[in-house]
């Protein structure tokens, strides 16, 4: 073995080294160089950050990572990201890869499948590149918006702050808490007439139950009369009196002649009229009519 001279084996030594360095680098890159991969590439406009050893997704799981990016000097609209993915992934034509990031700022490649997965591309084909803008790029798409609505926030809470300070407000508010304190003591007051009442419902019960039993009462003893012959007696008696009220209003009977011959009530009221002065004469001079006389003797 005199080929395996001290200095042969320094050198084999030096090169496993420097492979195992080269490995461990891939490695830390997010490449595995004992790994089966597929190369494509990714043209962009704009990179936004993304760099070798970023990770490629696949509706959210890692399928690859970039392997470097080529930035063309000639055309500043023209960087191509190599990108290793894994053999077992096939990209149906129309595929995108659309670079994000999130809150921390990591950035990642997403690829977006096209629509036929029968047409699929081949390896080594350039996939078209995009940005997604996410929630970040859609907060500064916001961001003019929210800027020409500054000022008028800013109006707004100048005239909060005026309207905060009238003492209006604060008088208001005061009238507020009295009107809750009068609330909450009606609302006890409210309170304690249910339960009063609730105790008291068993008589109401009682009471209402009496009530009806006199109704139920009451409503036997109407169907238990007579009423046909009632209305009868009521229409025989109500026919007597219009009878007797055409007699009074004709000139039949002494009451007719009164009510209705002037020449009667005046005779009447005129032998009335002399009663009454016979009366009063009999009163003055009661001789004059009256004479006793014991022994039959007659006063001249």
């Given at each position: 073995m005199k080929y395996f001279t001290?200095?042969?084996?320094?050198?084999?030594?030096?090169?496993?080294?420097?492979?195992?360095?080269?490995?461990?680098m891939e490695?830390?890159?997010?490449?595995?160089?004992f790994s089966s991969a597929d190369k494509y590439y990714a043209r962009f406009a704009d990179v936004s950050g993304l760099a070798a050893s970023s990770p490629v997704y696949a509706n959210g799981y890692k399928v690859g990572v970039v392997e470097k990016v080529q930035y063309d000097y000639s055309q500043t609209d023209n960087i191509v990201a190599v990108v290793r993915l894994d053999s077992k992934l096939s990209l149906p034509k129309g595929t995108v890869a659309e670079i994000?990031?999130?809150?921390?700022?990591?950035?990642?490649?997403?690829?977006?499948?096209?629509?036929n997965p029968i047409d699929l591309?081949?390896?080594?084909?350039?996939?078209?590149?995009?940005?997604?803008?996410?929630?970040?790029?859609?907060?500064?798409q916001m961001?003019?918006?929210?800027?020409?609505?500054?000022?008028?926030?800013?109006?707004?809470?100048?005239?909060?702050?005026?309207?905060?300070?009238?003492?209006?407000?604060?008088?208001?508010?005061?009238?507020?808490?009295?009107?809750?304190?009068?609330?909450?003591?009606?609302?006890?007051?409210?309170?304690?007439?249910?339960?009063?009442?609730n105790n008291q419902?068993?008589?109401?019960?009682?009471?209402v139950d009496g009530v009806l039993t006199n109704t139920e009462n009451f409503t036997r003893q109407l169907n238990d009369m007579d009423l046909a012959g009632t209305m009868q007696k009521m229409?025989?008696?109500?026919?007597?009196?219009?009878?007797?009220?055409?007699?009074?209003?004709?000139?039949?009977?002494?009451?007719?002649?009164?009510?209705r011959d002037p020449s009667l009530y005046?005779?009447?009221?005129?032998?009335?009229?002399?009663?009454?002065?016979?009366?009063?004469?009999?009163?003055?001079?009661?001789k004059r009519y009256v004479h006793f006389s014991i022994f039959g003797k007659k006063d001249k």
């Open positions: 001290k200095e042969v084996k320094i050198a084999l030594a030096a090169i496993l080294a420097i492979m195992i360095m080269f490995a461990g490695f830390l890159k997010g490449l595995n160089i994000s990031s999130d809150f921390l700022g990591n950035v990642k490649l997403e690829l977006r499948f096209g629509p591309m081949e390896i080594g084909d350039t996939i078209q590149g995009g940005t997604d803008n996410g929630l970040m790029g859609k907060a500064a961001i003019p918006q929210v800027e020409v609505m500054l000022p008028k926030i800013d109006s707004i809470l100048t005239a909060l702050n005026t309207l905060l300070q009238d003492p209006a407000i604060a008088n208001a508010l005061h009238n507020v808490d009295h009107i809750t304190a009068n609330l909450d003591q009606t609302t006890s007051e409210l309170n304690q007439l249910s339960s009063q009442m419902m068993p008589q109401m019960m009682k009471k229409d025989r008696a109500v026919g007597n009196l219009e009878q007797t009220t055409a007699k009074l209003n004709s000139n039949e009977g002494t009451l007719g002649l009164l009510m005046d005779n009447m009221n005129a032998t009335m009229q002399s009663a009454d002065s016979l009366l009063i004469d009999l009163k003055a001079h009661p």
